[in-house]
């Protein structure tokens, strides 16, 4: 999303958020994606996961216990 800015007499006043172009891209507790130093590309990590993979959670019990199988420990 973009918006123009405006500054002015009265601060600044923003402008309707536009979308800058469509993406699919992953949402998660990191940074996905990134926007370049000049602020002219972005760099993000697309989600290329169909939506039944996508909405589907795997639970993994006693991992602990495969973890020292492995000799990760």
Known sequence: MAATLQT?????????????FPAKYRIGPLH???????????????????????N???VISNWQATVGKRGLR
């Open 8 to 20: 002015g007499p009265q601060g600044v006043v923003g402008e309707t958020p536009r979308m800058l």
């Open 32 to 54: 996905e994606f990134d926007v370049s130093a000049d602020g002219q590309k972005f760099v993000l990590i697309v989600d290329t996961r169909s939506d039944a993979l996508a």
């Open 56 to 58: 589907r959670l795997t």
